[in-house]
């Protein structure tokens, strides 16, 4: 009989079903947690140690290659989350272990400079450049930066090495980050900031679950309030960490540098626009816990925290949170689901929270924390709507009299107007005049944006880019194509010529490419160097513009359209929002929304100042329909290169859908956007009642239905986007 042996259980960072079992060899020793190499397919991949147990294998196993000595463990509450996440999304482990091994380097050994530091030992001459090497040299220094900082040639310095004055040491090349000082005077707090601040600092305090909703109007002062509890948590636990969340990489930089200001020191960034050497030391630096402080996009929720004591999602109403390609998560829901798992309580702040953080604030699931008023002398904007049926612009135009004439008052008075157009580029559709061909991307069913500062014609959805042709591709009619509608370039156009004067300037994410170049755009705007901002959406968030008085809507109308179930809560957020960045400092701000639907709800209860009559009004809706919050959604997605395939299978998954109580499907009916990077897509609708365990209901579905190799099928538990 076979003695039992040590077998290690391994997760890897792929799409695979569960864990692969490896021997441990003799004298290796690889707890849970522990990153491995092992043998894969026909070559190796890293892994990490799922379980380990001592058993007499059913089948001949192969042993590990390797144990990663130089990594720190994946913590337990790391692997705990990743496999309850992965349940609730229905995707493999391993997928989500991909999102939590982004940084591929942080697993080799710190990378090491060669640093000079005062030994003690005198040198027989003690010449005055001699002294002002060994009094730089008091903490480890590079041999050319001490030989800058003492004034002396590299031969000084190198004879104290050879003389043993100096000595060699070897040290990380990541320098640690600096620690957040609680304690630091931050603003003074209002009353009701400081009732609120009181409130999440107790749940901080009691060191368990429990999630808040903070729920205040634009300019209440949210960031202030949470950093008191970020405070109270650092106080608390002198090894805390802490994580906050923001949709927009765009807002990383103003939000650390109120960090700084508060805490004295720059907290850990973590986002797609960061270098891999500075991924690298964050993840490195949190596995470790002595990044105290992390601010990130969606994905830093899988950074591999080993002390989390409160998480923050700053904006938690804001689409950018939900992923919708590969695997398919919110990470508003993730992070609520991260505190339960880490016993850690959760602060969603916003000042148009969404539905479902609204429910579940009334059904008593969250604290309701308030923040009704702007602090000091600042006032909400006063928003008026310009019917654009009453008093249209110009042919060609599209800005309205009502708000020329506004914009026109703001430069009198030498304040500044921000033109909100969620749209980038020059047109959003190209068409040929002579032949009414729509121009779209290859192989796709959407349309090719016009940018006429670049003279490109791009595909915002999976960007394709190409130069504006010259002639038509369907007719090769010669000078026929014409950009249909405004985009933010075009309306900086009419905006240079009705305004001459003005500096003006466009925000998003065309012209803020990178972190440099939106410093600078937000510095001219805090030093009034710009009169007129044209801005998408990017613009409509967490900025603090103090000479900004005036907000001009162009399209309001543009969101209530498609048929989206959120179509009216997004309308509403996002006005709402984009108003709020007028009259932030000490000057009265006001908003001009125009619309050719003054009386739909979205837009007429936002004039009236009237969000609760709104979200009421929403919920009643949702609840009839039995939608989210108050049922669930599901998305299947069948997907296939050859069209025929595609629709075969869209039938045959239609045909392998359980049969269950409080659960409809509705489908399979052709995607809104039919072609996709040269996919032909279909999709089902599933509505469940809340109690129902929709997870398991898809994976369930999805588990009894084998397609062709070239037709995948995709899985969205609550989706945003039904295109």
Not at 201 to 210: E, G, T
Not at 326 to 344: F, P, S
Not at 513 to 539: C, F, K, N, V
Not at 698 to 723: C, G, I, N, Q
Request: charged share 25%.
């Amino acid at each position: 009989m076979e003695r039992p042996v040590r077998i290690v259980s391994v997760l890897f960072p792929k799409p695979l079903a569960g864990v692969f079992d490896y021997l441990l060899p003799e004298g290796v020793e690889a707890s849970p947690g522990a990153f491995v190499r092992a043998p894969l397919g026909g070559g190796e991949s890293v892994g990490v140690v799922w379980g380990v147990s001592e058993t007499t294998p059913q089948r001949p196993l192969k042993p590990i290659s390797s144990v990663l000595e130089a990594a720190p463990l994946l913590p337990e509450v790391s692997r705990r989350f990743i496999d309850r996440a992965a349940r609730y999304v229905c995707a493999p482990s391993g997928a989500l272990l991909a999102m939590a091994m982004r940084s591929p380097e942080a697993l080799d050994p710190p990378l090491m400079s060669r640093r000079l530091i005062a030994s003690g030992q005198l040198p027989q001459r003690l010449t005055p450049e001699r002294e002002r090497v060994l009094a730089s040299a008091r903490s480890p220094i590079e041999a050319g930066e001490l030989a800058r900082a003492a004034g002396v040639s590299a031969s000084v310095v190198k004879s104290l090495v050879d003389g043993g004055a100096l000595r060699v040491v070897q040290q990380s090349i990541d320098s640690p980050f600096e620690y957040p000082d609680p304690d630091r005077s931050g603003q003074i707090l209002t009353q009701d900031q400081q009732s609120a601040a009181a409130h999440l600092s107790d749940l901080v305090r009691a060191q368990r679950f429990a999630t808040a909703l903070l729920d205040g109007v634009t300019g209440s002062g949210k960031t202030e309030v949470y950093f008191e509890a970020i405070a109270a948590a650092l106080r608390n636990d002198a090894a805390a960490q802490i994580l906050v969340l923001l949709p927009e990489i765009a807002l990383t930089q103003a939000v650390t540098t109120r960090f700084e200001t508060r805490f004295g020191a720059r907290p850990a960034e973590w986002h797609s626009a960061a270098t891999a050497s500075a991924r690298r030391r964050v993840w490195r630096e949190v596995a470790s816990g002595r990044a105290r402080i992390v601010v990130g996009a969606r994905s830093s929720l899988f950074l591999p925290f080993c002390n989390l004591r409160l998480i923050v999602v700053d904006e938690e109403h804001d689409p950018s949170y939900k992923q919708d390609e590969g695997v398919c998560y919110h990470a508003r829901d993730l992070a609520v689901m991260r505190g339960h798992v880490g016993a850690c309580p959760v602060v969603l702040a916003s000042a148009t929270p969404s539905l479902e953080s609204l429910a579940n604030a009334r059904q008593g699931r969250y604290a309701h924390v308030r923040l009704t008023a702007r602090p000091g002398s600042a006032r909400l904007p006063e928003i008026r709507l310009a019917d654009m049926r009453a008093r249209p612009p110009e042919r060609d135009k599209w800005i309205s009299p009502p708000l020329v004439e506004a914009i026109e008052q703001t430069l009198e008075a030498g304040e500044q107007t921000l033109l909100y157009l969620n749209r980038r580029g020059y047109a959003p559709l190209v068409i040929c005049k002579a032949c009414g061909e729509r121009l779209k991307a290859p192989n796709s069913d959407s349309w090719l944006t016009e940018h006429r500062h670049s003279g490109a014609l791009i595909c915002h959805l999976t960007g394709f880019t190409m130069r504006k042709p010259s002639r038509c591709p369907s007719c090769q009619a010669p000078g026929s194509l014409v950009g249909v509608g405004p985009g933010v370039e075009r309306l900086s156009d009419e905006a240079r010529l009705r305004f001459p004067k003005a500096r003006i300037e466009i925000f998003s994410s065309d012209t803020v490419g990178t972190p440099s170049s939106l410093q600078d755009l937000i510095r001219r705007m805090e030093d009034h160097e710009i009169d007129i901002l044209i801005g998408t959406q990017i613009a409509a968030k967490g900025h603090n513009f103090p000479h900004l008085t005036l907000v001009g809507v162009i399209d309001a109308d543009s969101g209530l359209k498609g048929g989206d179930l959120r179509a009216g809560e997004r309308t509403f957020q996002l006005l709402s929002q984009v108003s709020g960045r007028a009259g932030r400092a000490a000057k009265p701000g006001r908003a001009i929304i125009q619309t050719y639907a003054p009386d739909s709800p979205a837009i007429a209860l936002l004039a009236a100042g009237d969000r609760e009559g709104f979200m009421d009004l929403e919920m009643e809706t949702r609840e009839s329909l039995g939608f989210p919050p108050f049922g669930r959604l599901g998305a299947v997605i069948v997907a296939g290169s050859d069209a025929d395939a595609a629709r075969q299978a869209a039938l045959l998954v239609g045909s392998k859908a359980p049969e269950a109580d409080g659960v409809e499907v509705w489908g399979p009916a052709p995607a809104p956007i039919a072609v996709l990077r040269g996919r032909y897509r279909w999709r089902f609708l599933v509505r469940s009642e809340r109690h129902i365990d929709l997870s398991a209901y898809l994976s369930s579905w999805k588990a009894r239905t084998h397609l062709p190799r070239s037709v995948r099928m995709s899985l969205d538990v609550e989706p945003y986007s039904f295109m």
